[in-house]
């Protein structure tokens, strides 16, 4: 599988994201140009992250749906600082 690219979001905190679907892995660079890699981020939460601008759950934000699906859960998204 190919990895899927999301570029220059309109996002106050994501700037991009990528997703690698064999690793379950989601690599995010924010704003400020930091990059973490996200562990065992599955298909689905990273689709729901995708479409998360067009979702009234997630106040139609990248970042909220980010923070309450993957930044609120540190010990099952395991994250490291890769730039």
Not at 25 to 30: A, G, H, K, M, Y
């Amino acid at each position: 599988m190919n990895n899927i690219f999301l570029k220059n979001l309109d996002s106050e905190l994501l700037k991009h994201l990528e997703y690698i679907p064999d690793k379950n892995i989601l690599v995010v660079t924010f704003q400020n140009n930091t990059e973490y890699l996200y562990e065992n981020v599955t298909s689905e939460i990273f689709e729901t992250l995708k479409t998360a601008k067009s979702n009234p759950v997630y106040e139609y934000s990248y970042g909220k749906c980010f923070h309450k699906l993957i930044r609120s859960f540190p010990d099952v998204y395991i994250f490291h600082k890769i730039g």
